[in-house]
C-alpha cells in the first residue's frame, strides 16, 4: 500500500478510535439488558440487543454494505448469529444479530484462556489430586487428566486448545484459586474488553443458565487473546504429545504418553473438509444446548480476517466449519472493497492509558518456559507430513499488535503469525 494511503488509513483509525473511546464514559447506553436464566436460547433474536461497535451491530438479521465491486454474501448460511471482522484494523465488515446473546460452548475457553493463561510460566508442574477434578460437568469433553499424575501448564494448556478438555481447564482453575474466583476474573476480564454481551458462569463453556456470549464478543474475545504469543502457539498447534499414565517397566516408573489432535476442522482438516488455506485457529464448541459454535482467524495476501459462526441450523456433518469457510471465502474477496457496518471496540482501559515503551507485550504465560518439543505447531506438522500443500510461510501485514496511546487505540505492529502457521492450500 502506498505510503499516502497508509497515512489516510491510519488517521481513519485514530479518528473511529477516538469516537469508540469517548463512548466508553457510557457503556450501560450500549448494552441491552443481561438476560434472565434460561435453559435454552430463543428462536429468534431479541428486539433490544447491544449497539457496543456501532448501532447496526444492535439489529437484527444481516448487516452489509453491498455496492458496486462488492461480493454478494453466501446464500446458504443458516447460523443463528455470525460476524465478519478485519482482525487488524478492527472493521466488522458484514454480520447477522451481532449481538445475540447465546450459548457459547467451549468458544467460552478463548475468554478463560486470555484471563489465565499469563498467570502461569509453562514450565510450572501441578499433581493432580481428585478434587481438582470433582465438578466436571456430565459428559464433558476430555483430554485425559489422570489423578495422582503430575502435569506441566504448557501440558495443561495443549489439553484445553486441542482436545477442549474440560478436565484440563478445571485443574487451570483450581491452579488459580477455585472456580469461583476463574470465573468473577472471566467476568471481569469481558467487562474490560466491553464484551458486555458476555456472563461466565462455568469457566469451560459447559451448558449452564444465563451462561451466554455473542458472535460480536467472541470476535472481541479472540482478537485480544491472539495478541499474546502463547494464546497463538496453542489456538494454531495441530498435533501434540500428551503424557498419559506412569507404569513400571523393568522395575523403572516409565511415563507413556499419547498423542491429541486439535478439534479445530479447518485447522486439522477431516473427511468432509479440507483445511482452510491459511487458517490459524482459534477455538470451536459444541454442546446440546449451543449447537455448534467457533471462532476462526485466517490469513491470505496479508489480510487477516476473523469470522465467528454460532449454531448453524443446518445439520450436515460440520456444518459451522463450512458456513465459515464460506464466509472466510467472501471476507478476502470483499476487504478493501466493502465498507463496514460496525467495528471492534478497544478495551475500557484504552481511552485512559498510555504507551509503555519497552514493556514485555509478547503476551508469553508467565514471561519464561519454553515449549515441548513433542508438540506440533502448524508449521511443523506441515513440514513433517510433506502432503498438505505447504506454501510460503504467511506475511501478515499491516498492524495488530496494540498501543494504548492519548486515548486512542492505535493499531501499528504486525501480528506474528507466520512464526506458528504456513499456508495450506484447499484439496
Not at 460437568?137 to 476430555?142: L, R, V
Not at 486439535?262 to 470451536?284: C, E, F
Not at 454442546?287 to 482467524?297: D, L, P, Q, R, S
Amino acid at each position: 500500500m502506498p505510503a499516502p494511503k497508509k497515512t489516510a488509513r491510519r488517521a481513519l483509525l485514530v479518528a473511529s478510535a477516538v469516537v469508540s473511546s469517548l463512548a466508553l464514559t457510557t457503556p450501560l447506553s450500549h448494552a441491552a439488558p443481561k438476560p434472565s436464566p434460561s435453559t435454552s436460547p430463543s428462536a429468534t433474536p431479541p428486539a433490544d440487543m447491544s449497539t457496543v461497535g456501532g448501532e447496526r451491530l444492535g439489529q437484527a438479521g444481516t448487516q452489509v454494505n453491498l455496492a458496486s465491486g462488492v461480493p454478494v454474501l453466501p446464500k446458504d448460511l443458516t447460523a443463528r448469529s455470525w460476524v465478519i471482522a478485519d482482525a487488524e484494523s478492527g472493521d466488522v465488515l458484514a454480520a447477522h444479530n451481532a449481538h445475540w446473546r447465546l450459548p457459547p460452548a467451549s468458544t467460552m475457553k478463548m475468554l478463560f484462556a486470555d484471563t489465565v493463561l499469563p498467570k502461569f510460566p509453562k514450565s510450572v508442574e501441578h499433581k493432580v489430586v481428585p478434587s481438582d477434578l470433582a465438578d466436571v460437568g456430565s459428559g464433558s469433553s476430555m483430554v485425559g487428566i489422570k489423578e495422582g499424575e503430575t502435569y506441566s501448564v504448557h501440558d495443561l494448556w495443549l489439553g484445553v486448545f486441542l482436545r477442549s478438555g474440560n478436565d484440563a481447564v478445571h485443574v487451570l482453575s483450581k491452579m488459580n484459586g477455585g472456580i469461583d474466583n476463574t470465573v468473577r476474573e472471566m467476568n471481569e476480564h469481558a467487562e474490560e474488553l466491553q464484551a458486555l454481551d458476555t456472563t461466565a458462569v462455568s469457566p469451560d463453556g459447559y451448558d449452564a443458565p444465563n451462561q451466554v456470549s455473542s458472535a460480536y464478543d467472541l470476535t472481541l474475545i479472540a482478537r485480544s487473546g491472539l495478541q499474546k504469543k502463547d494464546f497463538r502457539e496453542y489456538c494454531s498447534t495441530v498435533t501434540a504429545k500428551f503424557p498419559g499414565s506412569t507404569t513400571k517397566k523393568k522395575g523403572k516408573s516409565v511415563r507413556e504418553s499419547f498423542e491429541i489432535q486439535n478439534t479445530n476442522r479447518l485447522l486439522a482438516g477431516d473427511s468432509d473438509i479440507p483445511v482452510y488455506q491459511g487458517i490459524a485457529g482459534v477455538k470451536n464448541g459444541n454442546t446440546t444446548n449451543a449447537g455448534a459454535t467457533f471462532t476462526g482467524v485466517a490469513e491470505r495476501n496479508g489480510k487477516v480476517l476473523l469470522v465467528t459462526v454460532m449454531n448453524p441450523e443446518k445439520s450436515e456433518h460440520n456444518e459451522v466449519y463450512k458456513e465459515t469457510a464460506r464466509l472466510f471465502d467472501w471476507g478476502f474477496k470483499a476487504a478493501g472493497k466493502v465498507q463496514p457496518v460496525g467495528e471492534l471496540v478497544p478495551p475500557k482501559s484504552a481511552a485512559q492509558a498510555s504507551a509503555q515503551p519497552g514493556a514485555n507485550d509478547s503476551g508469553e504465560a508467565g514471561g519464561t518456559g519454553d515449549g515441548k518439543k513433542s508438540s506440533k505447531s502448524a508449521v511443523g506438522a506441515s513440514a513433517a507430513s510433506g502432503s498438505t500443500g505447504i506454501g510460503v510461510a504467511l506475511g501478515i501485514t499491516g498492524g495488530a499488535l496494540v498501543l494504548l496511546a492519548a486515548g486512542a487505540f492505535l493499531i501499528n505492529r504486525r501480528w506474528p503469525l507466520p512464526d506458528l502457521v504456513r499456508r495450506r492450500g484447499r484439496s
